[in-house]
């Protein structure tokens, strides 16, 4: 049984850092792309952060230079570091297996997100 978990989120000021973790059981974590997504209610999933298991990267261009995703194969983890934060990236953080993705138009769109997990709320006040 695939089980991805979050942990890391909380309440910080506009300009602060936090770190997401992510880990994963059930499957053969290194055969995956893993990612980042976040979601506000109401709104689309917006992709943020995709990580190949040889440790390329790409990133949603209103991210990019402010967040860094990397992922421990060994222990089967996932993580999201982010910097500089603004406002606009108070949103629930979820971890998810894909099979793909593509950046279009400086947005990063997952593809085969079969699987994610409960999500990590991050909230950033100005």
């Known amino acids: 049984q695939v089980q991805l978990a979050e942990s890391g989120g909380g309440s910080v000021q506009a300009g602060g850092s936090l770190r997401l973790s992510c880990l994963g059981a059930g499957y053969t974590y290194t055969s995956y792309y893993m990612a980042w997504f976040r979601q506000v209610p109401g709104n689309a999933r917006q992709g943020v952060a995709v990580i190949a298991s040889d440790g390329s990267t790409s990133y949603a261009d209103s991210v990019k230079g402010r967040f860094t995703i990397s992922r421990d194969n060994a222990e089967n983890k996932l993580y999201l570091q982010m910097n500089s934060l603004k406002p606009e990236d108070s949103a629930k953080y979820y971890c998810?297996?894909?099979?793909?993705?593509?950046?279009?138009?400086?947005?990063?769109?997952?593809?085969?997100?079969?699987?994610w997990g409960n999500g990590t709320l991050v909230t950033i006040s100005s």
């Open positions: 998810a297996r894909v099979e793909s993705f593509e950046v279009v138009g400086g947005s990063l769109v997952l593809y085969g997100v079969d699987y």
